[in-house]
């Protein structure tokens, strides 16, 4: 792509800033103070005259012939409120932007297809990105101009050159956005691959190898700083060692999740993960906890557990639940978004980490005669040190290192933490928390809704089986329309915005699985039913793939297709792997040969980076080897069902009835006087068996 000398990049700088809360009265109120997103209520009263995504100020900017400026972030972004400080509350600056431009605020969370947009233009601009996400825009939304983060007197300067240079060149800045729109549908071309054998497990052992030159076998995830959970990365693996047995990768995938759990990023205090650590030791986080990582954590440690037993993971997976419990948990049964990074520290300015943190004096003061040991078990020394004396808890030994070097028992030492634990939760009560975003996602909720249907499988705790169907029965009762669509945001009691496919995905995966654990078929019925308002509203014929948003809604300027895994698997791989699992209950609707179809339209891409399609290699091993329906009917179903559904067994899936139901696979299979379980691949059965035992030996 051409590039043009006009244009200015600036990267994120690595500067700190204090800010302070804001008052309660306002000079300044713009448009936004009539949105329902907490981010974009954050900057109601800049003196920015901004105003939220919608399309008759779009229409307005063309009328107007007037830029657009398009400031891209989110709740709990610590840089988005940097900026917000130094730039966007200050007179000066909102002079330059109200006078040149059309600015617009949104909220990435609630509109992820503009994002992706944009953040696809930037990383085409300057190769990298990230949030605050400011982009300068033509009137008809073709960008031409991007940066993150901007000081202030940059910011000025890149802003009057920008709106200058649209004043003098018109014609080049047309031409400039015209080659970046045409890059941007280029990007994001998908072949319909039809020609091609699916990706054999030869291939997929290939692909693994070259993925393992990236493993930090020491600790743990991948080599390099900053270091995100990647859940979806370990998912696979998991499924991979096991599936494949390959005891080096499962180490890899333990020495991970334990690292994970023993390190800063896990909130040791309160339970659950904040979103990424800043190092390569999982040591200090990017303090934000947001619910899709928590979600994706809580399936990933509960299929742990399963096939280790490890009870590190049995701690975490109940610790998140009660941290969201806690903490995310709306009455109606949904789940809030996040937590910020920043929160008032004890000059009373915002700062990043302030509600986690703790000083040795603190500590010592706190836990009197048992300090000793905590400050060894986590570390209050020069390892666990941040800055200002600050230190962020971290583990680097197991409980039985630690009561050996005192010379206590393990359960001795573990009363110990917790009670040292439960003293400094009590003391953090105190402190301000973290600012909430309480509006409910879909997309997110759908995670959370899956991770605690895991936790119930795996764990056998009802009360997480309950806590899913109350989430499952918020998700059917506000964000499901009359016309069988999803909404994507739940706010104040109000369902806003038409849903996306990461909505329609992760929703239809968690009813899926709650199918699987309870067997009522409401669940199954609701999910197919939004599985077929998918390929009605979604799918793109040409290339065998299905677009981000919906033929109903606005036209952008390209109708994404989002196929990478990212730190939340694709909407992609996981409709895709949700039309295989269909097509296993539903053989003659072909759900199967549109999963095949999409695999082979992404696989080209497997070889040189295996780890961007995590989600998707899950596939590949229910290709190429078997994979079972298990169908249980009699008096007993559940209960054999909830035995053989607490083993790791991916590369299947459950159904059962006490009685013939509507499923193929459960009829003409009754037998009044037993509970029968048949094994199955694509219909064809073995011979029945009556114990969990002889049904796990046919697996």
Known sequence: ????????????????????????????????????????????????????????????????????????????????????????????????????????????????????????????????????????????????????????????????????????????????????????????????????????????????????????????????????????????????????????????????????????????????????????????PHFEKMLYDNGQLTSLYAKAYAVTKNELYKSVVEETIHFVQEELLDRSGGFYSSLDADSLDENGELAEGAYYVWTKEELTRLLGDDYEVFQAYFNINSYGHWEEGNYVPIRDKNDEEIAEKFKITVPTLITKINESLAILKKERSKRPKPRLDDKILTSWNGLMLKGLV????????????????????FIEREMIKNDGSLYR?????????????????????????????????????????????????????????????????????????????????????????????????????GYGALSEQMLKNVQKDFDRRAQGFANWLHLVLFQNQDFYEIAILGEDYKSLGQQIGKEYVPNSILAGSRKEGNLELLKNRENPNKTLVYVCIEGACKLPVTKVEEALKQL
């Open 454 to 473: 895991d936790a119930y499988r795996y764990l056998g705790n009802d009360s997480y089986l309950k806590l899913a169907q109350k989430n499952a029965g």
């Open 489 to 589: 945001n739940h706010k104040a009691g109000k369902s806003t915005i038409n849903g996306f496919l990461e909505d329609y995905a992760s929703v239809i995966d968690a009813y899926f699985s709650l199918y699987e654990v309870t067997f009522d078929e409401k669940w199954l019925d609701l999910a197919k039913n939004l599985l077929d308002y998918s390929k009605k509203h979604f799918f793109d014929e040409a290339s065998g793939m299905f677009f981000y948003t919906s033929d109903e809604d606005q036209s952008l300027i390209r109708r994404t297709i989002e196929v990478d895994d990212n730190v939340i698997s694709s909407s992609n791989s996981i409709m895709a792997i949700n039309l295989y699992k269909f097509h296993k209950l539903y053989p003659g609707e």
């Open 1 to 284: 792509m051409k590039k043009v000398l006009f244009f200015i990049i600036i990267t994120i700088a690595t500067l700190s800033c204090k800010q302070k809360p804001k008052e309660v009265t306002h000079e300044h109120t713009n448009a936004l103070i009539h949105e329902t997103s907490p981010y974009l209520l954050q900057h109601a009263h800049n003196p920015v005259n901004w105003e939220a995504w919608h399309p008759n100020v779009l229409e307005r900017a063309k009328k107007e012939d007037k830029l657009l400026l398009i400031s891209i972030g989110y709740a709990a972004c610590h840089w988005c409120h940097v900026m917000e400080k130094e730039c966007f509350e200050d007179a000066e600056v909102a002079e330059v932007m109200n006078e040149n431009f059309i600015n617009i605020k949104i909220d990435r969370e609630e509109r992820p297809d503009v994002d992706q947009i944009y953040m696809d233009a930037i990383q085409m601009i300057s190769g990298q990105g990230g949030w605050p996400l400011n982009i300068v825009a033509l009137p008809d939304g073709r960008p031409f101009w991007g940066a993150t983060y901007v000081p202030k007197d940059n910011w000025i300067k890149s802003l009057e050159q920008l709106a200058e240079l649209y004043k003098k060149d018109k014609p080049r800045v047309t031409q400039y956005a015209t080659d970046l729109a045409n890059g941007l549908q280029a990007i994001n071309l998908v072949e319909n691959d039809k020609d091609s054998d699916l990706y054999s497990l030869d291939q997929l052992n290939v692909a693994i190898q070259n993925w393992t030159q990236y493993f930090d076998t020491f600790l743990g995830g991948h080599k390099r700083a900053p270091k995100f959970m990647m859940p979806n990365n370990w998912d696979f693996l998991l499924h991979y060692a096991t599936a494949m047995d390959k005891p080096e990768i499962m180490g890899f995938v333990d020495t991970t999740l334990t690292r994970m759990a023993y390190g800063g990023v896990y909130d040791h205090v309160g339970g659950g993960f904040s979103r990424y650590a800043v190092d390569t030791k999982w040591h200090v």
